[in-house]
């Protein structure tokens, strides 16, 4: 069974720091991978996602993830916070054949002044 | 914007009442689910509807039910809620591409006394 495990269950950073948000997961297939973002009483948002191709992929917002097949990770990287980045974030797996999306535990992210 | 809204935000209620949890999406999406969310496990599959009148278990489907009698509209049932079904509760919906990424209600905090 696939399942995705995030290293660090919160990460305290100054602002204007660099951050790495760790996931690696397990499957014998191939997969699709999330990161998702979930700011305080909201839901979740999609932050970015690997497919297929360029196995670097970055969001609007400053923040990239690469996915490394021979480690089984799809770490989430800024090269400089801001207050606004708190927030807890999710990485997530799912095979490309099937419906459902496995979650990690979630890294509370804490950006201070 | 795929707008999905769940129709309570917070709900308290007591053990062994029937409860209904409510999700609307506005998007023509065919694939609808539930989660529930808990500190340090993430989000968790519960059921999910790829259908109208389809439902499939996901991975912690005990102690709920589903109904999915229009495209638009998921409703997750708790049959005699029970304490340890306290949590937050969210909804998604995506599209058929097995590749789609999910979009998340806001989410349902549900506290069983």
């Known amino acids: 069974a696939q399942s995705v495990t995030q290293l660090d269950s919160q990460v305290p950073v100054f602002e204007e720091a660099p951050v790495e948000l760790r996931c690696n997961y397990s499957?014998?297939?191939?997969?699709?991978l999330f990161w998702y973002v979930q700011y305080p009483n909201q839901g979740l948002q999609l932050l970015l996602k690997?497919?297929?191709?360029?196995?670097l992929v970055e969001s609007i917002n400053g923040f990239e993830a690469e996915f490394n097949k021979s480690q089984t990770s799809f770490h989430l990287r800024k090269p400089s916070v801001h207050i606004s980045d708190t927030a807890e974030y999710f990485c997530a797996v799912k095979d490309t054949g099937g419906f459902k999306t496995i979650f990690g535990a979630g890294t509370r992210l804490f950006v201070k002044a | 914007d795929v707008k999905v809204t769940q129709s309570s935000r917070y709900l308290v209620k007591r053990t062994g009442e029937k409860v209904f949890l409510e999700c609307v999406q506005d998007m023509d999406h065919e694939n609808m689910f539930w989660y529930r969310q808990d500190p340090g496990l993430g989000l968790r599959l519960i059921y999910f509807?790829?259908?109208?009148?389809?439902?499939e278990k996901g991975d912690i489907p005990e102690g709920y039910s589903v109904s999915r009698e229009k495209k638009e509209r998921f409703s997750l049932i708790l049959e005699s809620a029970s304490t340890n079904q306290t949590s937050m509760y969210l909804c998604?919906?995506?599209?058929?591409?097995?590749?789609?990424?999910?979009?998340f209600g806001n989410g349902t905090r549900l506290t069983v006394t």
């Open positions: 499957s014998s297939v191939s997969v699709y």
């Open positions: 998604a919906s995506s599209p058929r591409g097995v590749y789609s990424p999910l979009h």
């Open positions: 509807s790829y259908d109208v009148k389809m439902k």
């Open positions: 690997y497919l297929s191709g360029s196995t």
